[in-house]
């Protein structure tokens, strides 16, 4: 433990409150020593006089606000490796709430000074953001930063409506962002890559438009690299709806979601052979066949456990007048074929998360995609009578959740509770640590009424903090002429 948070501790420094419990957050967060932490606006007026003060393992923490003009925009690290942070990059609230606005002048930051993974921005909103290359952020010559846990919406270029980046030794790290509703007038309206290699890992992209690389424009013997993201509802007025890739490109996509992305050509990636020919690996990857297009002396390498399904998402958005989607929910369903689905040879880092923050790996292997199926709480639950006969004319059924694994009945958001996903109860009571439900009997026969014999009853919910649950039960099923 560094010397400076020891005295902290022993309350040999007098800080706000605020400040102490953010400094402990973040070196929680980074399990390693930290340098001074500075603060926006308590201490600088702006994001770059606090980078102008700091030094390499430094940490910048902004408040939540709006942040535009001078300072706030075209942020340059000048190579530092330094943190520049929201006060909670991993609470959706802090992060939404902590917005960079360009206000269409400029883009939210440069890199091209040899910054490296050291080179930090974790939890902004960055919006309103416009550069020729990159209208959010611009790595280039030679820069490598990481960028997570940011909303980049709103923003527009020529190429690369969020992200630029370019030449052969630039490979920044962007992961755990959602990058939505930007655009290009020429390409990439997310993601402009041109001789670099990002490593793009648990992204949503969506709702991004160009005319050719809605999502992701690849070229000039670069290498870049998607993993487990989500890349839907992109759209491109000529080619490839998510990802267009060409001149000596190198694509790799590994337990991605490529779904209901729009194009004249190639909906969800295109293999060009304009200029040199190009490659793309897919492995474990979600993709509609007919989605993808090469072009002669181009190579499309499909690796070990593609699929073609519809993933289930929670919401599928809404329609614009560009064939964008925007304001889906793209968590899995239960029953997605993109649950469990992924490498097998996956193996997490330490503390790796899905874009929600919750861990990365759940079930029996990786999901594909940018969010990883929760498995919910298990719920002891009992149904009354234990036979059902289809021809009784009795009121109800009844159920009975006697505990939740970890949590306290009185947890439960009693009105988020549904029966076979559709009946919701009629009654909802507690005695003695145990809720009693009682279901519409006619509700009930009439969602078990073709089962034979024996009928599986789920009872399914969300508790008060957020998190799902579930329980189960059978039922003894007597139809018409007293056949079981």
């Not at 408040?63 to 490796?81: D, E, F, W």
């Not at 499309?300 to 064939?323: E, Q, V």
Request: some cysteine; hydrophobic content about 35%; proline content about 4%.
């Amino acid at each position: 433990m560094d010397e400076h948070l020891q005295k902290i501790l022993r309350g040999k420094i007098t800080m706000r409150p605020i400040k102490t419990i953010t400094y402990l957050i973040i070196l929680m967060a980074t399990g390693s020593a930290i340098g001074a932490v500075h603060y926006v606006p308590q201490e600088y007026a702006t994001i770059q006089a606090a980078v102008n003060a700091s030094n390499n393992l430094d940490i910048i923490v902004v408040a939540p606000a709006r942040y535009a003009g001078v300072g706030n925009r075209n942020i340059n690290l000048y190579g530092r490796q330094i943190a520049v942070q929201s006060s909670d990059p991993n609470n959706a609230g802090v992060v939404s709430s902590t917005i960079i606005d360009c206000e269409g002048k400029n883009r939210g930051f440069v890199f091209y000074t040899g910054e490296t993974g050291s080179s930090i921005i974790r939890g902004f909103t960055i919006t309103g953001g416009y550069g020729l290359l990159g209208g959010a952020f611009y790595c280039y010559n030679n820069s490598s930063p990481s960028i997570a846990n940011c909303v980049i919406t709103g923003n527009s270029a020529v190429l690369g409506g969020a992200i630029a980046c370019a030449n052969s030794k630039t490979y920044p790290k962007i992961s755990n962002c959602k990058i939505t509703a930007n655009s290009a007038s020429v390409g990439g309206g997310a993601i402009y890559c041109n001789g670099a290699s990002p490593v793009i890992k648990s992204c949503v992209i969506n709702g991004n438009f160009a005319p050719d690389g809605g999502a992701i424009y690849s070229h000039n013997a670069d290498n870049p690299a998607v993993i487990n993201c989500t890349i839907s509802g992109n759209a491109a007025s000529k080619s490839a709806g998510a990802i267009y890739c060409y001149n000596s490109s190198k694509l790799t996509l590994n337990n991605d979601i490529l779904w209901s992305n729009t194009a004249v050509t190639a909906p969800d990636l295109y293999v060009s052979n304009a200029g040199a020919a190009a490659s793309a690996q897919l492995s474990y990857c979600n993709v509609r066949n007919s989605g993808v297009v090469s072009d002669s002396g181009c190579v499309i390498n499909w690796g070990s456990g593609n699929i073609n399904a519809d993933p289930r998402f929670a919401g599928t958005g809404t329609l614009t007048l560009k064939n964008t989607f925007t304001g889906a929910d793209f968590h899995l369903l239960k029953g997605s074929g993109c649950i469990d689905a992924g490498s097998p040879a996956y193996v997490s880092e330490s503390g790796e998360t899905d874009i929600d923050g919750k861990p990365r790996i759940s079930g029996a292997k990786i999901d594909i995609g940018a969010y990883e199926f929760q498995q919910p709480i298990q719920a002891a639950f009992e149904i009354h009578p234990e036979t059902l006969n289809l021809e009784s004319n009795g009121q109800w059924v009844s159920g009975i959740i006697s505990s939740i694994a970890g949590y306290s009945i009185s947890d439960i958001d009693t009105a988020s509770m549904v029966l076979n996903d559709t009946i919701k109860p009629e009654s909802v009571a507690v005695e003695d640590g145990k809720m009693l439900l009682k279901f519409s009997r006619s509700k009930v026969q009439e969602a078990v009424s073709t089962v034979e014999n024996e009928a599986v009853l789920n009872i399914a919910g969300k508790l008060n903090n957020g998190k799902d649950f579930a329980g189960s039960d059978t039922i003894r099923i007597i139809r018409p002429g007293g056949k079981k």
